[in-house]
């Protein structure tokens, strides 16, 4: 028999219990998403609505039970989630999950960042342990036993006033809060033993319930406060933020045109066509090396010693962008010429029917995230990496001076092209000789990665001497980069793959050779790399790319810039850069600016203004083949 006492009861402990949770959620979101932590209208009828459906079925325990434990498990990935978009402005989705398996290894820098931020903020595990004593007092109730449930009741009342104050576990507080907590639990059994009619009250409560949600969806019809109009973090959770056109928004010929149009081409010869012909090329591509992180672009950052000496000889791009911050990504890119709507890599192939050897050095494993497919699809001979080699990850880039004799055996006797990749510069930021590369003193992720790109960068002078040793280096064409950049705070990111500020896609360029004049041009980008190459070395591509040679000038093109992380069917992070101009929408954080070229913001985009720039963004994705999941399946060799 339907019971409505035992429906309040339940609809009450669901609802209260649910929101407390989010709101201790929202905390946490709060602190880099700039959002306020109050829960909103929306919150409070997606939970009453979810809550009154479990509710409904407490007549069948076995159904109640598992949809209660659905509640739990729901609550509990919510919280991973927000921790993540907290760390990383990672999602958890079952794409970037897929991801992350195929990489787990490669993220034990990341998972060490976790560990630090819940031992910083211990009252980060608030949350999860509310979770379980909800659960608990759930449970309890069916089972009946309310001694077991009023003390997990009051558990979750003292962890979320731990949570909302941001109280850090530790041996001081503790007793004041297991005090609380042991008040709380004989307030509560002295109630439940007062005599007091608890099955009238138990079905009032839900009742009031139900007349107070009831009243605030009227009055959301005639109020447009954040209260009534913000979206809620469940309800997203549980449908999904997807990007998508607005179907009362026509877009511009013209926008179409510049920003959605891909205007594909095959490279055209410059006036420096063959300047270089027959070099050898060797390509750096520095780990997460933003061109801000260094010095001159920045006073107190990096100093590449063997990079500013190198720049004083070179031609070298003032605004590099890699368009998505991530390595992979970074490889298709150089590789394809081209955004990843297709499968081509034109290039290698090229440079092998002019008896070039192609080799790929990399310091850490090329098989996280498939990255070993992409190498074998861009046309290498041979991939070497620590599996392949046996490499020390204790000795971090100092494994490319042990790995001398092997690569230079691996070239061959003919022109080579040779791909280096470090590894020092990944989170967690390895310095090997803490010694000599401590300049920059202090705690902190950046204060690390500065360190260890100086040792990282001396690392490379040092490889490219020894290997000057064993062969012939004077004929060689050298072109130094970053795969992508790295985050340290703006706008809230920390990470790389999750944004398209500049401090994640724009890295430095610089390419040298003895017949190549030293010179600056104005933008370039990763699709130009392979281009100039060819063009220099005097080899003719008949293939349409987007990428064209810098021996013709600056590559104005606007661009589309996107994250490797996803939210829904589409990049968490993109923006249109146009110029000076740079429109950016974050699904996750629910950025809508409208900034220039260096990220200052000149505006938040009005409701309209955001509705037209989404529908433009969603066409240019669309037309690059970057929406939809299966854009992004690590199966299709593109995660990671």
């Given at each position: 028999?339907?019971q ?10 669901l609802?209260w ?11 946490i979101?709060a602190?880099r ?8 209208l ?13 509710a409904?079925?407490?007549p069948?325990?076995?159904l ?14 919510m919280?991973?989630?927000?921790v ?11 794409n ?11 993220f ?7 560990v ?8 980060f ?7 379980v004593?909800?659960?608990v ?17 009051a ?11 941001k ?5 001081i ?5 297991m005090g ?10 002295y ?5 007091v009619d608890?099955?009238w ?5 839900g ?6 949600v009831?009243?605030?969806?009227l009055?959301?019809q005639?109020f ?6 913000v979206?809620s ?5 549980i449908r ?5 056109p ?10 179409i ?6 205007p ?5 010869p ?5 300047l ?12 997460s090396?933003?061109?801000d992180?260094?010095?001159p672009f ?9 990079m500013?000496?190198?720049a ?5 791009s ?10 992979n990504r970074?490889i298709?890119h ?21 008896g ?5 050095m ?6 996280f995230?498939?990255?070993?497919d ?6 290498f001979?041979?991939?070497l990496?620590?599996d392949s ?22 070239l ?7 791909h280096l990749k470090n590894?020092?510069?990944h989170s967690?930021?390895q310095?090997v000789?803490?010694?000599?590369f401590?300049r920059?003193?202090?705690e902190?992720?950046e204060i690390c990665f ?7 960068d ?10 000057g ?6 004929n ?12 340290f ?13 500049n ?19 104005a ?5 130009d790399?392979m281009p100039t190459i060819?063009d ?10 987007f ?5 013709h ?15 829904g ?8 850069l ?5 429109i ?16 200052h913001i ?13 529908t433009l ?24």
């Amino acid at each position: 028999m339907f019971q409505w006492s035992l429906f309040g009861l339940s609809l009450t402990l669901l609802f209260w219990c649910g929101l407390a949770i989010v709101y201790m959620q929202r905390k946490i979101y709060a602190l880099r998403n700039y959002v306020d932590t109050r829960p909103r209208l929306d919150d409070v009828w997606v939970l009453f609505l979810i809550s009154g459906v479990v509710a409904l079925a407490h007549p069948w325990p076995m159904l109640y039970g598992s949809l209660v434990a659905l509640i739990g498990l729901s609550l509990m990935i919510m919280w991973l989630d927000v921790v993540l978009v907290h760390l990383f402005g990672f999602e958890v989705n079952l794409n970037n999950l897929k991801i992350f398996l195929q990489g787990a290894e490669s993220f034990s820098g990341d998972s060490k960042e976790i560990v630090d931020a819940l031992v910083k903020r211990s009252w980060f595990l608030a949350t999860p342990l509310a979770i379980v004593a909800f659960l608990v007092a759930i449970y309890a109730q069916m089972a009946g036993s309310p001694g077991v449930r009023d003390v997990a009741l009051a558990s979750v009342s003292v962890l979320f006033l731990m949570g909302i104050t941001k109280s850090r576990f530790g041996l001081i507080s503790a007793p004041v809060w297991m005090g609380l907590l042991a008040g709380l639990a004989v307030l509560m059994a002295y109630l439940r033993d007062s005599g007091v009619d608890w099955p009238w009250w138990q079905a009032a409560a839900g009742g009031g319930l139900l007349i107070g949600v009831v009243v605030l969806k009227l009055l959301a019809q005639l109020f447009n406060t954040p209260f009534f109009s913000v979206r809620s973090p469940v309800r997203d959770f549980i449908r999904g933020a997807r990007l998508g056109p607005v179907s009362a928004v026509a877009l511009k010929d013209e926008d179409i045109q510049r920003h959605v149009v891909l205007p594909m081409a095959p490279p055209s010869p410059s006036k420096s066509f063959g300047l270089c012909r027959g070099a050898n090329v060797i390509l750096i591509t520095m780990e997460s090396l933003a061109r801000d992180s260094i010095y001159p672009f920045k006073k107190d950052g990096a100093r590449l010693k063997f990079m500013e000496s190198f720049a004083n000889k070179s031609l070298v791009s003032k605004m590099h962008y890699a368009c998505c911050p991530n390595t992979n990504r970074a490889i298709q890119h150089i590789y394809q010429g081209n955004y990843p709507v297709n499968g081509e890599y034109p290039f290698l192939p090229l440079l092998k029917s002019q008896g070039y050897r192609a080799v790929y050095m990399m310091i850490s494993r090329t098989r996280f995230f498939n990255l070993c497919d992409i190498l074998m699809d861009a046309g290498f001979d041979e991939v070497l990496d620590r599996d392949s080699l046996g490499l020390d990850p204790d000795r971090g880039d100092y494994a490319f001076l042990d790995s001398v004799d092997a690569v230079n055996e691996s070239l061959g006797e003919g022109p080579f092209f040779l791909h280096l990749k470090n590894e020092q510069t990944h989170s967690p930021y390895q310095v090997v000789n803490k010694e000599q590369f401590d300049r920059h003193e202090g705690e902190g992720r950046e204060i690390c990665f500065r360190n260890a790109a100086e040792e990282a960068d001396s690392v490379l002078a040092k490889f490219l001497g020894a290997l000057g040793e064993l062969r012939d280096l004077s004929n060689t064409l050298i072109i130094y980069t970053g795969d992508h950049g790295q985050s340290f705070g703006e706008f809230g990111y920390v990470s790389h793959s999750s944004s398209s500020v500049n401090g994640q896609v724009r890295t430095p360029l610089m390419m040298s050779h003895p017949a190549l004049p030293a010179g600056e041009v104005a933008r370039s980008t990763h699709f130009d790399v392979m281009p100039t190459i060819l063009d220099l070395l005097g080899v003719h591509c008949e293939s349409s790319i987007f990428g064209r040679s810098l021996l013709h000038g600056a590559n104005h093109r606007p661009l589309l810039l996107y994250s490797q992380t996803r939210k829904g069917n589409a990049p968490s992070n993109a923006s249109l850069l146009d110029d000076d101009s740079k429109i950016m929408i974050d699904l996750i954080y629910g950025y809508r600016y409208r900034l220039d070229a260096e990220d200052h913001i000149i505006d938040k985009l009005s409701t309209a203004d955001a509705d037209y720039q989404e529908t433009l963004l969603y066409a240019a994705l669309e037309k690059r083949g970057l929406i939809s999941d299966s854009a992004f399946s690590p199966r299709q060799k593109t995660g990671g």
